[in-house]
């Protein structure tokens, strides 16, 4: 493929070069000079071609380069040499132009190969020998150290294992696996070392199966064809056909000559790379990477889309969702203690933690005497305080679960989350819930490709169908293929891809095989998802889904202007075929004219470029960045009024009137404020922006709806007494704080997605 690269890169210097030398013998006077460089300058591409066609026709092929050809040779012989070296670089330049609109980016799986683990510890007696994982063998006892990646399938001999199988599976929270379970290659050790039996070679592993998965669908591709071709079998024949007519009305083999050279396909040649070198740009400057121009006419048939759940449609990892409290407990003090005792743990979860409490400004304190339980949780002293943080078992022990701490249960159950039960000092005071969640932009990302033409949409995933399913339910999505291996993913893309074009969009080690097995790969390429990257043809480089929409975009408006552009070359070289069959256009004039519709067809392919739609200079009052991190702060508060009417269950009296008052006060002074500053000034400026300015009637709407349900709790909640906190009471002011919760999310949403269409793109 090298060595061919550089052959035509070099045909096009040897016959720019002769041309140049060719000119300037003849401004010398040197004619036969001149007649003669050109010659030579023509002869080799003349030859190249033919070796070319020749290979094509061996293999059942034949496309519009045999016009080309036909041309460059007839000129030579009737001693036109300036019209064959013209027709020499056209035809040069077009093939060299074509290489880079259609080179792949080579597939090397040195990722997914170099994270396969070579090291393994087997044990053997009393003693552990450190052998080259190849060398082990079914029935081994293998140790697996904090960290380390299982090399091998086997049963775990240990009484309990903490293994990360995202690699796997795509799941980001670590399972828990007992003794007697499998073990499968590629997960990660996220525990304490562990032994297990081995009931496979490296080589017939799970792990090692993916690497092969990858390799047999990228081989299996089929290479991309130009466009150009299809419209040869029409203008070979009608070419020949026109020439020959001329020549035999006309007598003079020149007439001949110059159809042959208005005919010239460089339209044809360059119409197709040109728009798509020009798409491929378009969708870089969107940190879209396309590897040629193969992977735009695949995104632009895609009838069908399959998605991986975890990294694509959700954020990937444990992101925690809920603190539930024990009555008389408060939702900073559970997360405090826990994530300064998680700032000593290596388990998963633990940065996400971490993580929240800082996000909510909690002053961490350094913990003392930390003591890990693999499987179970943390322990350790916080201040003058013992401190758990885990689950239930590590947490109650043998105790018996209260209420509330029953309902949290069954609230991670049904949310699909991980439970950490917090205890101080033995008393249990209240859980955190971690769950992967939506990406922000995942709804307004699918609508977009239903409105690109998507027919289809499907969710496959190594997640439990419970997980998968409650994802599902808040998109539109056409089926859930939920607990699929990755070859049961490669099936699932296979069977899609036999009805109807299919493209999967995924971004783990996991989901390889499928995108590679795809009619197009897409990978979610932003956090170094790189085996995954190497088996797409396509790389979102920014963390955002809705660019999958704007590949497709980008892919259908490049297709079609490249068809636009070969139909109308081909529309104008049959003008200027017919004005050569009757005189009007000489060889050197037909050549001259050909250039011009070249110009005209690549400056029309050149359209791809840009996106097609009227901008118009736009200035909102806040951006669209700037709107997302208001909504982001809004959300601590909505949190927190999420935490007020969980507490309400148990709540009477004091207790209930303090809760009802704070989740007023929070309403008046966050929400009511950002409702009624977007009503009074963001909204007008935004509606001179909008095609359809009525699309702002139902935002307008929720915003009243907000001020109403805000008012009310205003009056429900002014001069309450302890006495007045009955059950009555206290179930109206969850239901209101409850509706101004989830109103104020959806309607957040909804703005967001209206702030991305009045942007420009």
């Not at 499998?182 to 496979?200: D, I, K, L, P, Q």
Request: proline residues 3%; negative net charge.
């Amino acid at each position: 493929m090298m060595s061919e690269r550089f052959l035509r890169r070099a045909l096009i210097l040897w016959a720019i070069a002769a041309l140049a030398a060719g000119i300037v013998a003849s401004l010398k006077g040197a004619d036969f000079a001149a007649n003669w460089i050109w010659g030579v300058g023509a002869a080799p591409v003349i030859a190249a071609l033919g070796v070319s066609i020749a290979r094509d026709l061996l293999a059942g092929r034949m496309g519009v380069d045999a016009v080309a050809l036909i041309s460059m040779a007839a000129a030579l012989v009737l001693g036109a040499n300036l019209v064959a070296v013209v027709v020499a670089v056209m035809y040069a330049g077009g093939t060299v132009l074509e290489d880079f609109a259609v080179a792949r980016a080579e597939r090397e799986l040195k990722a997914l190969v170099g994270r396969a683990p070579r090291i393994a510890h087997r044990r053997r007696d009393q003693t552990v020998e450190e052998i080259l994982a190849e060398d082990i063998r079914q029935d081994d006892v293998v140790l697996v150290k904090a960290g380390e990646i299982v090399p091998v399938d086997g049963i775990l001999l240990s009484p309990v294992a903490s293994l990360d199988e995202s690699a796997l599976t795509g799941e980001p929270i670590p399972v828990i696996r007992s003794a007697g379970e499998g073990v499968r290659s590629g997960a990660v050790n996220a525990g304490e070392t562990f032994e297990m039996r081995t009931t496979a070679t490296a080589v017939e592993s799970t792990y090692a199966g993916i690497v092969r998965l990858v390799t047999a669908a990228q081989t299996a591709k089929a290479p991309f064809i130009r466009m150009a071709d299809r419209y040869a079998l029409l203008l070979l024949p009608v070419t020949l056909v026109l020439a020959g007519g001329a020549w035999l009305v006309s007598g003079d083999a020149l007439r001949g000559l110059a159809v042959l050279v208005a005919s010239t396909p460089c339209p044809l040649i360059l119409a197709a790379p040109v728009a798509f070198i020009a798409g491929v740009s378009r969708a870089a400057k969107q940190g879209i990477l396309m590897k040629g121009g193969g992977p735009i006419e695949a995104l632009a048939r895609v009838h069908t889309v399959l998605f991986d759940k975890t990294g694509t449609l959700t954020v990937g990892g444990a992101r925690l969702v809920a603190v539930e409290t024990a009555p008389g407990e408060t939702a900073d003090e559970v997360l405090r203690l826990a994530a300064s005792l998680e700032q000593a743990s290596q388990h998963t979860v633990a940065a996400a933690i971490v993580s929240a409490a800082r996000a909510r400004g909690l002053g961490l304190e350094i913990p003392q005497s930390v003591r890990e339980t693999l499987g179970s949780g943390v322990e350790g002293t916080i201040g003058d305080k013992t401190v758990r943080a885990g689950s239930a078992t590590l947490v109650y022990g043998n105790r018996r679960q209260e209420e509330w701490a029953t309902r949290v249960s069954r609230r991670a159950s049904w949310r699909a989350a991980l439970c950490v039960f917090v205890s101080k000092d033995d008393r249990v005071i209240g859980a955190l819930l971690l769950a992967d969640e939506l990406r922000r932009e995942t709804p307004r990302a699918l609508q977009a490709l239903r409105a690109a033409g998507v027919s289809r949409m499907v969710m496959v995933t190594g997640d439990r169908a419970e997980a998968a399913e409650t994802m599902a339910a808040a998109l539109d999505l056409d089926a859930v293929l939920s607990e699929r291996s990755p070859s049961e993913k490669v099936e699932a893309v296979a069977n899609e891809q036999r009805q109807h074009p299919a493209m999967m969009v995924g971004d783990g080690i996991n989901d390889a095989p499928a995108l590679a097995a795809a009619g197009v790969g897409v990978a979610m390429g932003a956090r170094g998802a790189t085996a995954s990257s190497e088996a797409a043809e396509v790389v979102i480089l920014v963390d955002r889904l809705d660019r999958v929409a704007d590949a497709v975009k980008i892919a259908r408006r490049t297709r079609s202007i490249a068809r636009q552009s070969i139909v109308a070359g081909m529309a104008l070289s049959g003008v200027a075929m017919v004005a050569a069959a009757f005189g009007a256009l000489t060889p050197v004039a037909a050549a001259i004219t050909q250039e011009g519709i070249d110009v005209l067809v690549i400056l029309n392919a050149l359209r791809a470029l840009f996106s097609g739609e009227r901008t118009s200079p736009r200035s909102l009052a806040i951006s669209p960045e700037a709107l997302r991190e208001e909504h982001d702060t809004l959300d601590q508060g909505l949190n927190r009024l999420r935490e007020i009417t969980d507490a309400l269950d148990d709540a009477s009296g004091e207790r209930a009137i303090s809760l009802i008052t704070e989740a007023n006060a929070l309403v008046q002074r966050s929400v009511v404020v950002h409702e009624r500053r977007d009503e009074a000034s963001v909204y007008p400026r935004l509606s001179a922006q909008l095609t359809d300015p009525s699309a702002l009637a139902a935002m307008s709407r929720a915003h009243r709806e907000i001020d109403h349900l805000a008012r009310l709790l205003l009056r429900l909640s002014t001069g309450l007494r302890a006495e007045d906190a009955d059950r009555y009471l206290v179930r109206d002011a969850q239901r209101i704080i409850e509706s101004i919760e989830a109103l104020v999310r959806l309607h957040n949403a909804q703005e967001e997605d209206i702030y991305e269409q009045a942007m420009p793109t």
